[in-house]
């Protein structure tokens, strides 16, 4: 029976860090999945990261780096000189070095993308012909492929060449001629069939293909759905480009929701847990900028209503409970919206439904705690007006939230903003703004007079 | 070459709208895969979605079920009543009844289970001693069992014996005679081999085992990483228990993420967009509550300085603004701490190591947006020393924001808290209370003197 197979990153990074006990580490990861050496090395800061990854064999080496997030990849890149590089892209093959490629620097590339053989050199050309979000570009060519003329002796033979690390080959994939895709064979269709039968009448030519333009994402799904271990991946002529397996499509899968996850922050997925503080805090910079012109915007807001605010203090002390209660409602109508969308179940037909749905919600929950609200402020302040003008601006703010949690998403899909990178902020602009124009303002009314 | 393989969920909502197209509907329904299926109804008003999934075929219609949500299944099983879900079941199979039991009324899981056959019945037994979170519940029955001591002509008999809708089934599980497993068989590893051979030198028994008692992510993780299309779950005693395929890890794992993505508005990854309305408002009341015990705390924080609000209002204005910002830099460093974990990447070794890069960040991107904020803020009330209260305030409430976002989540995570689900509503307390304190306190001191 196989040993203990959960793999221990804690162990592994602590590891990291004692230098002389480097060689046991170097053993211990080049026994484990590529998935598993890049988790650890992604959790190691970047001294150990480096001098770990350097103690690896060559051929893991480039492999931790394909399935490591793009800047902890970088971050490596970054710590190691030009020789080492041109000597690691050596005998890459050419999908690794697609993987790779945005992070080399132009000579290594090119130096890389010069030793491939021919077949390797045309499968690259056709690659770059799609850009980095669509199927074609990352089509897997470690496929086997045989034409439909063959017969079963020669299917046979193909299967007995897959080495040990062959992932998810159960199939063949049968082409014509040309090269046109025409279906492909179980391996466990063929079993038990005589050696010298054709395998024409063993092609199944129903299984979906992923087309070349296809996005990522989409792709994903088909063959996550189809229930096959890999689909074919074709060109706009049919031709073979070569596979999508259920293992890139789960790996394009974790990176689509781990990106929406990290939007909200406005983060990136490929963020690196110990990126060098400068170019950490470059990236952030941005968003902390974004979310000022908001806070500018809500301080402006309270700025009409100085002369209200300078009588009654006691609206200055409520009033973020109003703009946090609208955030709050809100951001769970949109977090709601943004995962329909992303699903791709939210359409026209149903944006009223939704409406009313989550006004319903709003209208009992503002109902309630505009009532909860009032009561403590009132026994707080001694001043039911007070009281009364924080309910009724609870429930404006959660009703608008909720129409805003519902619409702005809409929008922002419609435009191809991601809403998950950009819903929070602008709901919460909509929601600071309102909810304290709506406090401040009845204050005003109700209390000035 | 098959037809184009998208899957418009829009189109078949719009149709679901439409009375007399039903019958279309429903024979197009039948042709995709249950997962679009389940899609397709989660994204329809409960109306439609029931009418919609009772016009399916009786096998389409449990299959459906299982892929939907929970939430979205539980709307359709309130709407139907009791004799109607006695004949759903009356046929249904083990690993669906163990899907659908916690939202089947008792009676109607007790006669599904008296109907099951008695190797079913057994199945069922053994799943239900482990519970929901676990490999052990949820192992799939659905697979090629033999002998070890089987010759390669049984092994092609069970082959053969799979229908079209097999799904990931390249590999037979083989057992000795006390059901103990032994290792598994790939179709491929058997083709051209005599019939009369013994499977014995076949069996792979290098390939991971996922223990019943393994949480489903780990298990999920595993059948991933081990680039098999499926493998063993075995019970403490190493007898077969079934087998979790790449489909069903794939689906583990988008759970896992969404129910992550979710948490962090409070929401489950169960909600329903068409949930009906007081349920929703019900789920909903409890964290907008908890969001209000942390606004009343900042409002006290801010209360504490009435008598200086009323003497100095520009403060009253601008208090968003270093609440807002303490806010935003602590969710960055939040959401990368709670990716880290999830993924175990974070360990006791680089507590510090993490804890000072975000701090650097937090030095460097503080210091910016305060020498910022504070010259807006000269320019809006022409008072310096307005600007340098904020322009301190803003520095120390990023700088505890860092600390607050890299040890939040770590203690909840030691405390068996999702840090999804609470971190942000602490983080926010956090950042709120210390921005009031810090820009009041220092106002108070700065100003009134």
Redesign the interface.
Known sequence: ??EQ???D??EI??ES?DEEGQEQLTEKLSQR?P??VA?AL????VEQRVTTWQSLPPENQIEALTFMRVDARENIFKQIDDDQLFQLVENIDVDDLLELLDELPPAVYHYAASRLDESQRRWLDTALTYDDEQCGRYADHDLLIINRNAKV?D??RL??K?TD?A????SLFVVDRTGRYVGLI???Q???VG?HTSIDSFID?????VEGN?DLD?GSD?V????Y?ALAVVDAD?KLLGRMS??E??EN??RS??S???H????DED?D???P??D??KR??V???I??L???L??WT??LF?AT??QV??L??????V???GG??G??T???MI??LA????????YF??LY?EL??AA??GL??AI??AA?TYLWFGDMIIGIVIGIAIIINILIAAVSGVFIPILLDKLKIDPALSGPVILTTVT?VIG?FAFLGLGTLMLLN
């Open positions: 029976m196989a197979p959960l793999f990153i804690e990074v602590r860090f999945e998935e598993e988790l992604e959790a190691m800061p002796r299917a046979i299967f007995r897959l690390e992932e998810y080959q159960d179980q391996a466990s063929l079993l038990g050696s030519s129903d299984a979906p293909v296809m989409d088909l996550y759905r189809s229930g271990t049919g259920i293992g499509a789960m899968m974790r929701m781990e929406q996850f990290m909200t922050a406005g983060l963020e847990l110990f990126a503080v400068v950490s805090a952030r910079a968003w902390l900028g979310n000022l908001t806070a500018f809500a301080a309270i700025g100085e605010l300078e203090v006691a200055a002390v409520l009033m973020p409970i703009a946090s209660m709050i409602a951001s769970q949109l977090t709601l995962r329909g699903l791709d179940q939210i359409g026209p037909k149903t439904t939704l749905k319903g919600v009992i929950n309630i705690w909860v609200i403590i600071d304290f």
